[in-house]
């Protein structure tokens, strides 16, 4: 079983809604939960991290269950600059690697 | 932008040779983590560097190989290349000790074609 786990999508949405998607983890001692943003053949920036109680970039919206091991991200309003990959990211406690899930791609369309 | 440089841009190589990517860390971060990133995939970790020794590795073979040096640039050594090489590498930056989960800052990357 991979350590993270996302649905590649596509999602296509419209310009103005409201996109939602999931990834799951397999480690339950993860520790720090990451959504990153990658523009296609560039390199991943980090978008947000993801707290316990949840929490709220402007448009963003990231949440984390960790009784179901799954993290979450909401995208409101979406603009044509959010297409991209998303993708998620856990660590492990003391652990020096970022593990990454395959992405999620969204495409946002006017 | 995030200060983190990495040379070449893009490479061409055959099978069974050599290759060295380098990356330049952002000011003042000690750690230095090299990830491989295949068409469609998620950037899988390769090995890490703290201090000039390395501080944790994936499930690469030996034939990857790095260097960090004094002033916390790295290397990436990549020897015997096989198809399955082609692929983006990026390096990471952070400022760190082992085990640490300080924030890594991405490099462009080198994207890597063996032919």
């Known amino acids: 079983r991979k350590e993270v786990e996302q649905d590649p999508g596509p999602f296509n949405v419209p310009e103005g809604a409201t996109v939602a998607f999931n990834c799951t983890y397999s480690?339950?001692?993860?520790?720090?939960f990451f959504w990153y943003r990658q523009d296609c053949r560039k390199e991943p920036k980090l978008l947000m991290s993801?707290?316990?109680s949840g929490n709220e970039d402007g448009r963003f919206t990231a949440q984390l269950n960790r009784a179901s091991q799954y993290i979450s991200l909401l995208i409101r309003d979406s603009k044509l600059s959010d297409s991209a990959t998303y993708l998620c990211?856990?660590?492990?406690?003391?652990?020096?690697?970022?593990?990454f899930g395959a992405g999620t791609t969204v495409t946002v369309r006017a | 932008e995030t200060g983190v440089t990495q040379s070449p841009t893009h490479l061409i190589k055959t099978r069974g040779q050599q290759v060295t990517l380098r990356c330049s860390s952002q000011?003042?971060?000690?750690?230095v983590s090299w990830y491989q990133q295949a068409l469609g995939q998620g950037p899988q970790f390769i090995f890490q560097?703290?201090?000039?020794?390395?501080?944790g590795r994936g499930n690469f073979p030996p034939r990857f190989s790095g260097l960090q040096f004094p002033n916390y640039s790295s290397e990436l050594n990549v020897n015997a290349l096989e198809l399955d090489d082609s692929a983006l590498y990026l390096c990471?930056?952070?400022?760190?000790?082992?085990?640490?989960?300080?924030?890594?800052?991405f490099g462009p990357g080198t994207r890597l074609l063996v032919l």
């Open positions: 000011s003042g971060h000690n750690t």
């Open positions: 560097y703290y201090r000039e020794e390395e501080n």
């Open positions: 990211v856990v660590t492990s406690p003391n652990d020096y690697k970022l593990s």
């Open positions: 993801v707290y316990s």
């Open positions: 990471a930056s952070s400022l760190d000790g082992p085990g640490g989960q300080e924030t890594q800052y």
């Open positions: 480690n339950s001692a993860s520790q720090s």
